[in-house]
């Protein structure tokens, strides 16, 4: 995987660089980096890492917190000069098509966690050594690590790279993703409150 492309970006939130990273120019689904225009990589960097949820991140289902995770990143990253990293690994790995038959397991009863095992996948089957490539290549070695997943925590523990603090990111809960936020932090060890 390299940097293919990279361009300046305005959004509602700030001015950003998108970077484009894939193993050739040709991919249709490259892993994706906002970086705000003035980020420094000498100093430790606020780094949002992000797995794809087309159902949140885009139509801002009501299901997940992802999209609103998403946006409430992308301001902290405009704020504090930090990046998004935006990795194409959609349903916790599983893929479109996939999720939308957990999300129909789901609405039969079971949990997320539940939903993927039954299909045949892991709970979770995200890579996060990807975003370890993408901060190496970007001179990153210290971060602000803005999560709450510790898979996310141990992946960069595991790297090069130093996590300076890990930084929570808290959605409200909503009725319609109470259970799911509790499947999250009772089975999967997210760091949540609710």
Partial sequence: MQRQVEAHL????GNFNILAYADSADDLTPHVVLAHENFDPSRPVLVRI???????DVFHSLRC???EQLARALEMAAEQKGIVIYLRQEGRGIGLINKLKAYNLQDKGLNTADANTHLGFEVDARQYHLAVEILEDMGIRRIHLLTNNPLKIEAIENSSIEIASRVPLIIEPK???HSYLKTKRELMGHLLNI
């Fill in 10 to 13: 305005p959004t509602g939130w």
């Fill in 50 to 56: 992000h797995s794809e949820c087309m159902t949140g």
């Fill in 65 to 67: 917190d992802c999209g």
């Fill in 175 to 177: 009725k319609e993703n």
